[in-house]
């Protein structure tokens, strides 16, 4: 297995991917305390990106699933669950929860399903980037960029557990992290109608 694609392949993830880090580390606080959370938070992730890989792959193979406008409408997904989560949590709030008290967002955490939502939306943009170098790198070298990310999937979970359990972050993510979501995922999704063009923006 050649080194240098390996090599390739880590920084392309690495350099399209570090925003996920944070939404990684709210989604792993908001499930904090919560019995099997984490799990549903890896296997979001990778169901996720799973789906992005898999239509760069077929894109770069000449299988036309997502039209390059309709791209950009990715990010109402990220946009519905960021406006979801500030709904539940004004909710939370109002219910009568003092202000210094945690707020769960969430009774049982995130859902596998919520985290690949906003995966795959917040990769939109990733897979512009990975057609062109999976249709350029021939089948054999696209099959070692897919393994190696599927790799960092992990290494980019454990990463954001990593920041999500540290003392200082994890009383932070704790205390704001039901206000930080919503508008991260506001933020991601505003950005990718705009960047993408959706609605004339």
């Known amino acids: 297995m050649n080194l240098g694609i390996i090599g390739q392949a880590a920084g392309l993830f690495a350099v399209t991917n570090i925003d996920d880090l944070l939404v990684l580390a709210l989604f792993f606080a908001q499930g904090a305390g919560h019995r099997g959370a984490a799990g549903r938070v890896v296997v979001g ?17 000449g299988v036309t699933f997502l039209p390059e406008p309709i791209i950009a409408y990715l990010g109402l997904l990220p946009l519905a669950l960021g406006l979801k989560a500030a709904w539940q949590s004004w909710k939370t709030r109002r219910a009568g929860l003092e202000d210094d008290e945690p707020v769960q ?35 054999a070298s696209m099959s070692v960029h897919i393994v190696v990310f599927l790799a960092l999937v992990a290494l980019w979970c454990a990463a954001g557990r990593f920041f999500a359990t540290r003392p200082l972050i994890a009383k932070a993510l704790s ?7 919503p508008l991260v995922l506001i933020g991601i999704g505003l950005l990718i109608l705009i960047e993408g063009g959706a609605f004339g923006l």
Not at 45 to 61: D, M, N, P, R, T
Not at 175 to 181: D, E, I, K, P, T
């Open 105 to 139: 967002v969430r009774p049982n955490g995130p859902r596998a399903l919520e985290v690949a939502a906003v995966t795959f939306a917040n990769g939109g943009d990733n897979i512009g980037v990975y057609v062109p170098v999976f249709a350029t790198a021939g089948v």
């Open 175 to 181: 205390r704001w992290g039901h206000a930080l979501l």
């Open 45 to 61: 992730q990778y169901l996720g990106f799973l789906a992005i890989v898999a239509v760069a792959a077929a894109a770069a193979l």
